[in-house]
């Protein structure tokens, strides 16, 4: 897949979706694989596939999403190559896999290292909980944040839209400087089964342990670990 990263001179406004005719196709496929010549198709893009010209999102009321969502300046655009590769992963495992050990390198600014601004990015995260999805676990790294929730009959890309927009103007506000604070897009995957969700639980409330900044996931004090109960049930203080 080409890699067509703007010049400087010739930069695409920000809001604008690029085109990608791949990942166009790609989608297209996804939707047509899905969907029976038979079935009723669903509206707009909740239930299906779709794309904003960097990866494909899934999108359904009831799915479990794991969202991962970075910093502007943790994938500097000069490595473009690096997250194009990332991209062409079709296994969601490896491709997680090497996208955390990249982000864990702890490249940029990592502004969410700061407590008044992962306080705001937490706060985000958990004010809608219990209306517009259901969080089940989560985690703000010093460079991107993992989530992982029930949707309800809210879009996807509104949720992560309103978390990004929302705290991008707070941080800013918080660090003094002004520009872009998260990266335009996000990665997603939607669970298949229970198993699966109890491992991304894990491997998300695990990411500071296997980053090296701390001894316990608990003892972390931007996670979700920190409320689960001796059952481990998620037990949010109201």
């Known amino acids: 897949m080409e890699s067509r990263e703007p010049s400087q001179r010739s930069r695409r406004p920000r809001g604008v979706v690029p085109y990608n005719s791949d ?3 790609l989608v297209r496929d996804k939707n047509q694989w899905q969907v029976s010549p038979d079935s009723p198709r669903p509206t707009g893009s909740l239930g299906r596939w779709h794309q904003r010209g960097y990866l494909p999102h899934r999108d359904a009321p009831g799915l479990t999403q794991f969202v991962t969502f970075r910093l502007a300046d943790a994938f500097p655009s000069e490595l473009r190559a690096e997250w194009q590769t ?3 992963i079709e296994a969601d495992r490896r491709r997680l896999r090497q996208l955390e050990e990249y982000l864990d390198s702890g490249r940029g600014e990592c502004h969410l290292k700061r407590a008044d601004v992962a306080r705001v990015v937490e706060g985000a995260l958990r004010f809608f909980n219990g209306t517009r999805y259901d969080l089940e676990a989560w985690i703000l790294m010093p460079n991107h944040v993992h989530v992982l929730f029930t949707q309800r009959d809210v879009s996807l890309s509104l949720i992560t839209g309103s978390w990004k927009s929302y705290t991008a103007k707070q941080a800013n506000q918080i660090l003094g400087r002004s520009g872009q604070f998260w990266a335009e897009d996000y990665w997603d995957t939607y669970m298949r089964d229970d198993e699966h969700e109890l491992r991304t639980r894990h491997y998300i409330e695990d990411n500071p342990v296997k980053a090296h900044l701390a001894f316990d996931p608990h003892q972390w004090p931007w996670g979700s670990a920190r ?10 203080p109201a």
């Open 23 to 25: 990942l166009y196709r």
């Open 86 to 88: 990332l991209l062409e």
């Open 227 to 236: 409320f689960r109960d001796e059952y481990g049930r998620l037990r949010l």
